[in-house]
Every structure is written in structure tokens, then in C-alpha cells.
């Protein structure tokens, strides 16, 4: 099976960087994804790791270490409009198709 | 080009009740998968149809059971509802194969 784990909740102001973490377990491993959801809408695609390193997009960028099981999301120049729970997803390499198995999610709250 | 699309947006029935949620998939996308989230946690898969069948599914009872339809539309039937079914039931939708899903706007059912 697989396990995911990320914090419930955090807090940052404006302007500034956060760090959201993400450790996984995994019979088998085919790629991490980041969603970044907004209360009562849809999960967004944010971004998608299979290699170790780093992936940068504008003001967000996600990094990968497959042998520690262990993902960030980075924020940058946080926005007020960034307040949103931030989905960390793991892809099971046994799985067919595009089965995701999600983390509970990390509440962001941006501060004035 | 309309992305993924769910109907309706908002349900109310009642305990031992059945329902049906429906699920357009993006342009170009063969392949649905459902997934039920609770307020305030991650999203859990439910089941993935491909070319018209379940090609996988989740730790989720019988009484959860799914279509697709030659157009690769999806419809999700839930039978016998309880009170814990009470979620927001989301679709994805991908391309054979690839890796990023992207999701519907959820339908709200709420079970009384």
C-alpha cells in the first residue's frame, strides 16, 4: 500500500516563502504530483516530479529525493490569493493509468 | 475548450436512497477516474475506467459502481447511501497514459 504524509496547516505572510513537505511510503513509485486546491473548487495541477531534483515554475517549484521518500512544495512571494490547501499525490508504478493516492493536504493561510 | 465537467454541482438525498453523478471528460481524454473527498481531507480513489471498463479500483464497497460510455463519459452510482457517503465526489480525466489528470469541479452530495 502506500502512505502519505503532510502537515495539516500552516501559516506565512505575505510576500514571503513556505515549505510544504511531503514524505511517502510505496510498493512501488511512478511520479509525484503537487494540486493546489481552493475551497469548494476542483483540484489545480501544480506540478509533477519522477526524477530526483529540482522542478521550478514562476513562483513555485517542487523538489524530489526518491531514496528519502520525500517531496517540498516551495512557494515564493506569497500571494494573499495563494491561501489554499496544497495536495501532495503519489502515482503507484504497479498502477495502470493515472491512479492517485493523495495526502491529507496542508491548509496554507497567507497573512497580510 | 470546456475541461472536465460534472453534473449536477450540488445533490441532497436521503439515507437508502441511490444517486448518479455524471462526468464529461476534457477534449481528447479516454480515460475517467472517480474519487470521493471528505471536507478537509485529500481525496480518495474510488475507481479508473478505460475503453469502457474498470480498470482499477479503490478500497470502496460494492454499492459504488461506475460506467463509461463509447464518448468516454462516466457516470458514478452510488446505492443504498449512508450518512458517511456525504462528500464531494470528483472526477479526472487524462489521456492514455499520461501523467497529469485534471479534475472536474466536483459534485457536492450531501446525504440526510
Given at each position: 500500500?502506500?502512505?502519505i ?18 514524505t ?43 531514496s528519502?521518500?520525500y ?35 496542508t ?6 | 475548450?470546456?475541461?472536465v ?79 458517511g ?18 479534475f472536474g ?8
Amino acid at each position: 500500500g502506500q502512505n502519505i504524509d503532510q502537515p495539516t496547516e500552516m501559516t506565512a505572510t505575505e510576500g514571503a516563502i513556505v515549505q510544504i513537505n511531503c514524505t511517502y511510503q510505496t510498493s512501488g513509485f511512478n511520479g509525484l504530483f503537487w494540486y493546489q486546491q481552493h475551497a469548494g473548487e476542483a483540484p489545480t495541477f501544480l506540478s509533477y516530479n519522477v526524477l530526483d531534483g529540482l522542478e521550478e515554475k514562476g513562483r513555485f517549484s517542487s523538489f524530489l529525493s526518491r531514496s528519502k521518500g520525500y517531496s517540498y512544495l516551495l512557494l515564493k512571494e506569497l500571494q494573499m490569493k495563494d491561501s489554499a490547501s496544497y495536495l501532495c499525490a503519489v502515482r503507484d508504478r504497479k498502477a495502470a493509468g493515472n491512479k492517485l493516492t493523495f495526502g491529507g493536504g496542508t491548509r496554507v493561510l497567507v497573512k497580510p | 475548450d470546456a475541461g472536465v465537467t460534472q453534473s449536477p454541482t450540488h445533490l441532497i438525498k436521503t439515507r437508502g436512497q441511490q444517486v448518479t453523478l455524471r462526468c464529461s471528460p476534457k477534449s481528447g481524454h479516454d480515460t475517467v477516474s472517480w474519487y470521493q473527498q471528505a471536507l478537509g481531507q485529500g481525496p480518495q480513489f474510488i475507481f479508473q475506467y478505460y475503453e469502457e471498463e474498470e480498470r482499477q479500483r479503490g478500497n470502496f464497497p460494492d454499492r459504488f459502481s461506475g460506467h463509461q460510455f463509447p464518448n468516454y463519459s462516466s457516470e458514478l452510482n452510488v446505492n443504498a447511501l449512508l450518512l458517511g457517503d456525504s462528500a464531494l465526489y470528483l472526477c479526472a480525466s487524462s489521456p492514455g497514459g499520461g501523467a497529469e489528470a485534471f479534475f472536474g469541479q466536483g459534485t457536492r452530495l450531501t446525504v440526510v
